[in-house]
């Protein structure tokens, strides 16, 4: 009995808690410069633009460099790309939900905002997020 609750709840964790997320990104007004990625939730979606922003901000500095960031690079960054988006998993409506920039970047700004109210133990809340 208690193995198929934890299975239950689960499934429903997976379904409503934690919807898959598609990641659109074309960098370029080139069509073939278009990509995407998917994430098991929209956290790791937001998670992969700070790295691949971290990625592109770290190419243009001298190896070994300091380097910090504050959420106006990254929005910075963001409004850079020819096109940026997502798709996120509705369970109710079994559908995707497109997500623009804007959204994005808000979702982005409350999730710096949180890792600012509640750092992890030694978390580095603007270098190296």
């Given at each position: 009995m208690v193995f198929v609750f934890t299975i239950i709840l689960f499934f429903f964790q997976i379904i409503f808690l934690m919807p898959h997320t598609i990641l659109l990104i074309q960098p370029t007004t080139q069509s073939n410069s278009r990509t995407w990625s998917d994430y098991e939730t929209q956290a790791a979606s937001l998670d992969a633009i700070c790295k691949i922003f971290e990625t592109f901000a770290r190419n243009k500095l001298p190896e070994n460099a300091e380097?910090?960031?504050?959420?106006?690079q990254v929005f910075e960054f963001l409004d850079k790309l020819t096109d940026i988006s997502m798709m996120i998993f509705n369970a109710e409506t079994a559908q995707y939900v497109p997500r623009n920039r804007s959204w994005i970047k808000q979702q982005l700004f409350e999730m710096f905002k949180s890792k600012c109210r509640h750092p992890e133990a030694g978390e580095k809340l603007i270098a190296g997020y």
């Open positions: 380097f910090t960031f504050d959420i106006n």
